[in-house]
């Protein structure tokens, strides 16, 4: 580590060397890759991890499953107008509440595909928020099947990853899971 660090005099007279020197671009080319990473900007990460395959069915859906509490989303995604229909109804039929619907629409915002697939699925288990994180996680899922490109996109925002989080189970002697009854020292 000591051999790489630089005085401020050194990173001076590397400063000053090369902006005396500009005609001495294609000698610098040929000095020694320690030199030359000190002039050259940073570039961004590149992803070495091979695409995953496409994943489409005979009728050209992608399929996925998606979790939530004890909400289980079957989900289809096709190309198309940005329809979605949950059990047979229309999303704004079936998710009332607006914020229920902006947490289904939140995988097509993330990777610019807003109005350009159509959701078909079924949930059942659970409330309608438990339901709409399901059908969420589904639609993110089904989205990289059909469209690998997009998966670090959704995957960076979290919603290729299954919400563990459920209710705590009620324990014996008390009231809920952690509540307990009135105590009377009396």
């Excluded at 030199?35 to 091979?50: F, G, H, K, N, R």
Aim: net charge positive.
């Amino acid at each position: 580590m000591s051999d790489n660090r630089q005085s401020l005099s050194d990173l001076a007279q590397i400063a000053a060397e090369a902006a005396a020197a500009p005609a001495a671009a294609p000698a610098a080319a040929q000095a020694p890759a320690a030199d030359v990473a000190a002039d050259a900007p940073i570039a961004p990460p590149v992803s070495t991890m091979p695409l995953r395959q496409q994943e489409i069915d005979n009728l050209g859906r992608a399929y996925a499953t998606g979790r939530r509490k004890d909400a289980v989303a079957r989900v289809w995604v096709k190309p198309g107008t940005g329809k979605i229909t949950v059990n047979g109804r229309d999303q704004e039929i079936y998710f009332a509440r607006p914020t229920l619907r902006l947490v289904i629409n939140q995988p097509f915002g993330v990777t610019d595909r807003t109005g350009q697939y159509d959701v078909i699925c079924t949930v059942k288990g659970g409330g309608l928020s438990g339901q709409a994180g399901a059908v969420k996680h589904g639609i993110a899922q089904a989205l990289t099947k059909y469209e690998p490109a997009l998966r670090s996109a959704v995957k960076a925002e979290g919603f290729l990853t299954r919400d563990s989080r459920v209710v705590e189970r009620k324990k014996y002697g008390k009231a809920k899971a952690r509540k307990s009854f009135q105590f009377s020292k009396r």
